[in-house]
Structure formats: C-alpha cells, structure tokens
C-alpha cells in the first residue's frame, strides 16, 4: 500500500496534474480554474459546524493578482479532511440539493490510518472533483465510498 502524502502535498500534486492539463493553478492557493469556473480546494483537520455553515454560505474566494487580490466566485468547494470530520456537516450537505450541487467533502482519515477505503460525498458537476477522485484512485490506491450511505446506515442502527 502506498503512502497519502500529507493534505497540502497531495493536492499540490493533484495541482500539479491539472496543471499538466492546461487547467488554471494556483501556485499559492488550492484552486482550479476550468474555462470560467473555480474549483477550490479547502483542508482542514477540523471544523465547526456553525463556521463550516458561514464559510458555505459565502462562497467567495480571494485570488492574488500580482501584490493585489481579488474576490471571486466559487463554482465548487470541496473539504478535504485528513481527520474523521463531524458527522453534522455531511449531514447539512447531504440533505440541501443546493449546497450538494457545489459543495463535496472527502473523508480522508482511514488512508492516513492505513486503510485505503475513504469516504466522500460529491453529488457536485465538477469535473475537477471528479478527477480528484480518479487520481486519489489511480495514484494512491484510494478506495472512495459514498459517505451518506453509510452515515444512513449507522442512523438506522442507532434507531433501531
């Protein structure tokens, strides 16, 4: 089994390949830029719901131009975590079609405890995400689940 690299060096070889594509990279940023449209990229070991809930709701991202920056619209966001994130803010994506359109979080914290099965939840139009995916796939021999059905799962064993 390979080795994730840590979060900021895995996306910036994920940048790297896009790049290689002739997509837009940010060399200070985690963003994506295809035709008009950001894709960004935001780690964090843990966050709480109530800001994950602000930062959401903005949708905004600043983009250094020279010694300037610039606020712009974000297309996408996906979370990345490396630690376990709270079961709330899947929750709050999963069930706003809004929010699940442009918003995907990927559930990194068994890779980095040596499983390869992580979980995600991208029900966004990203063509970036998606080959997100393929190269945590391909690269990393990531497995990647659908988070919500197994969030629903434990749900029902709760209840039950």
Partial sequence: ???IPRVWELI?????ECHSRGWI????EDWIKVNDEFHNFLWTRNIHPSTFKK???VNKCAIKQGISYQVVSVAYTAWVFPETPP?????TVAKDPKLAERIAIY?????????PICLKLNKTGSRVFQEFENFLEKELGVELKPAFSLLEKRSKNIIA
């Fill in 12 to 16: 910036g070889c994920f940048k790297d």
């Fill in 25 to 28: 990279t940010s060399e200070n």
């Fill in 55 to 57: 930062i959401v709701s």
């Fill in 87 to 91: 079961e709330t803010l899947v929750h």
């Fill in 107 to 115: 559930d990194l914290s068994n890779a980095y405890s040596g499983n």
């Fill in 1 to 3: 089994m390979m080795v």
